[in-house]
């Protein structure tokens, strides 16, 4: 299991209580613990950034419905050119 799929258990464990007390808000899950919730996507991530770097976490928002993307952006030619 990778570091995503952790913190993301620990969200789905967390998603009653998160949704009483946090919906709509977004929250901040770090080494498979709830650092916050907070009003902005923007905000989240300053705090995120701010505490442990580039990462790896969790910033999700609560109550948001799952979000799906397109094959074109999930997939990259090998032979593309960045």
């Known amino acids: 299991m990778g570091v995503l799929d952790r913190e993301t258990a620990v969200f789905d ?3 009653p209580e998160l949704e009483a007390e946090h ?12 650092v916050g919730a907070f009003d902005s996507f923007q905000t ?4 995120a950034v701010s505490r442990f770097g580039r990462g790896p976490y ?8 799952p979000m ?11 032979d593309a050119d960045d």
């Open 23 to 34: 919906y709509l808000e977004w929250v901040v899950i770090h080494d498979q613990e709830f």
């Open 44 to 47: 989240a991530a300053e705090v």
């Open 58 to 65: 969790l910033i999700k928002q609560v109550g948001a419905p």
């Open 13 to 15: 464990r967390l998603q």
């Open 68 to 78: 799906t993307l397109p094959a074109s952006v999930l997939y990259r030619p090998v």
